[in-house]
């Protein structure tokens, strides 16, 4: 073979297996100082391996969802009235605070993010780089370069390095030294706190329940969803999981920083609010496509297997060259070579003793290391997928992913192509009141039902939470502005929390 391809190939069926494989264990981030660009502070392995355990994100999951219900039904039963505490100065600066707060933590993932993927990805210089690249980014442990990484083989349950350079510990698992991987490189330590920054994120339903809303079936399964895909992806390290931690930290960033101006009752385009949800709804499409294809994809890497036989001749030449200088003043030299040529095997090299030395001629594609063994190199085919854990996690996130796309989508169409196409018509005051609760439906906005703006003391003889601009008698959870009248005696309530349900 010239050179390694990259090919599509059918999974091996031993990868779909449920529940799948607890091996290999979930390897802990490399302790501060020990590279370069190591993380900034050490987590300890107990700690880094207990929250990993599937009963946390199973109990959370299962309390948080619950608990909604619960609480759904006692905000029904006296009306969705805001709580008290929702109208205070300490719960808006709280709002303000948690967004200010999930905006700086998501550009700081985002940052480690992308100089790990520096210092990953192998610099495109044509066709010729696309196997180093697909390999960078289905093997995350072991070192740079191609076929340097190391593998989980779950036919003998071992790690497994193909390179004679590259060492495993005495525990026989990659090194944590090792660079030019993902997972040493950052995706352990950054993907391990954006794990855990989904637990944190149910705060945003707090809000929305202390104002009285009520949280959608959506934005419980969206939370309730994402602790468990960032888990499996964590849990059973599996390659793609680097791209939701990398590009919706970029999105959180944005979406916060938006939210946080919205509190202070900073002005926002429409436009932006579009290309937010368009920024999500691409995440999602690029994200499940992405995952997917790493069970279907092969290449070849450059193995380095130890030539045994090439190793013996060499040194059944040495000994009969040295033997022979010793005995051709005693006219033996030819003979002694010749009995020695046969006994390596090297028939042809026997009977030609007699004749004029050839030139040596020296193979590229074999060396010798250290010890004396010669090794040649052979291209070997290889899975991108190693795991039936790291198959689960992709599969769990595509599944996971695919209603949550179609339910932004459909919000799309209605609230910004349908809108659009209405503009510049005259709109009767029940179009404006049923606009206001489709909008609050979907809760993309936070703006929407002031869940970033804290308003701490709704408005006149209504409540309007978001910038709803006096709806005296009535209460129009969505974006009524401009409603002189607002809902006589009506109540347009909306059902989510306003957060743009990204990942």
Not at 89 to 112: D, E, M, Q, R
Not at 150 to 165: D, E, H, K, M
Not at 252 to 269: D, E, K, Q, R
Not at 300 to 314: C, F, L, R, S, Y
């Amino acid at each position: 073979m010239s050179s390694p391809m990259v090919q599509f190939s059918v999974p091996n069926s031993d990868l779909f297996q449920f529940p799948p494989s607890n091996d290999p264990r979930t390897l802990p981030s490399p302790p501060a100082g020990s590279t370069l660009f190591a993380p900034p502070f050490t987590i300890p392995s107990s700690i880094f391996n207990s929250v990993l355990d599937i009963r946390v994100p199973i109990t959370i999951a299962s309390v948080y969802a619950v608990t909604v219900v619960s609480v759904n039904a006692y905000n029904r039963s006296r009306g969705n009235k805001p709580w008290a505490i929702s109208k205070t100065k300490p719960f808006f600066w709280f709002v303000v605070a948690h967004n200010i707060f999930l905006a700086v933590y998501s550009a700081w993932t985002f940052i480690g993010m992308f100089g790990a993927l520096q210092r990953t990805l192998p610099r495109w210089t044509g066709t010729e780089t696309l196997t180093p690249l697909v390999d960078s980014l289905c093997k995350i442990h072991g070192a740079r370069g191609l076929g340097n990484a190391v593998a989980y083989n779950g036919t003998i349950s071992q790690w497994v390095s193909t390179s004679p350079s590259i060492l495993l510990t005495g525990a026989g698992s990659p090194d944590p030294t090792d660079v030019g991987r993902l997972w040493n490189e950052g995706l352990a330590f950054y993907g391990w706190f954006f794990y855990l920054s989904k637990f944190y994120e149910v705060l945003d339903t707090v809000i929305i329940l202390a104002k009285g809303k009520r949280s959608s079936t959506l934005q419980t399964y969206h939370h309730a969803g994402a602790m468990m895909c960032m888990w499996s992806g964590i849990r059973y390290m599996s390659p793609p999981i680097w791209m939701f931690v990398f590009v919706n930290s970029a999105i959180h960033a944005l979406m916060y920083t938006y939210y946080t101006l919205t509190a202070f009752s900073v002005p926002i385009p429409q436009s932006l609010k579009q290309s937010l949800t368009t920024m999500q709804i691409m995440q999602f499409l690029v994200g499940s496509a992405y995952a997917s294809l790493h069970s279907f994809l092969s290449y070849d890497i450059p193995v380095q297997v130890a030539d045994v036989e090439g190793t013996i001749k060499t040194a059944a030449t040495a000994a009969s060259s040295s033997i022979a200088s010793a005995a051709t003043s005693a006219g033996l030299g030819k003979l002694v070579m010749k009995y020695l040529y046969r006994a390596a095997g090297e028939e042809g090299l026997a009977e030609n003793v007699n004749a004029p030395a050839p030139t040596a001629k020296i193979s590229t594609s074999t060396s010798t290391g250290s010890n004396g063994i010669q090794y040649r190199t052979e291209y070997q085919t290889v899975p991108c997928i190693d795991t039936s854990g790291q198959t689960f996690a992709i599969w769990l996130n595509v599944f996971y992913l695919t209603p949550l796309t179609f339910l932004f989508v459909r919000f799309f169409v209605k609230s910004y192509l349908r809108r659009s196409n209405q503009k510049g018509g005259k709109t009767s005051k029940h179009s404006v009141a049923e606009s206001a609760g489709k909008d609050a439906l979907k809760g993309i906005d936070r703006e929407m039902n002031g869940h970033s703006n804290g308003t701490p003391n709704g408005t006149p003889n209504g409540k309007a939470n978001g910038k709803t601009n006096g709806t005296p008698n009535g209460k129009a959870n969505g974006r009524a502005n401009g409603t002189p009248n607002g809902t006589p005696n009506g109540k347009a309530k909306g059902k989510a929390n306003g957060n743009a349900f990204s990942l």
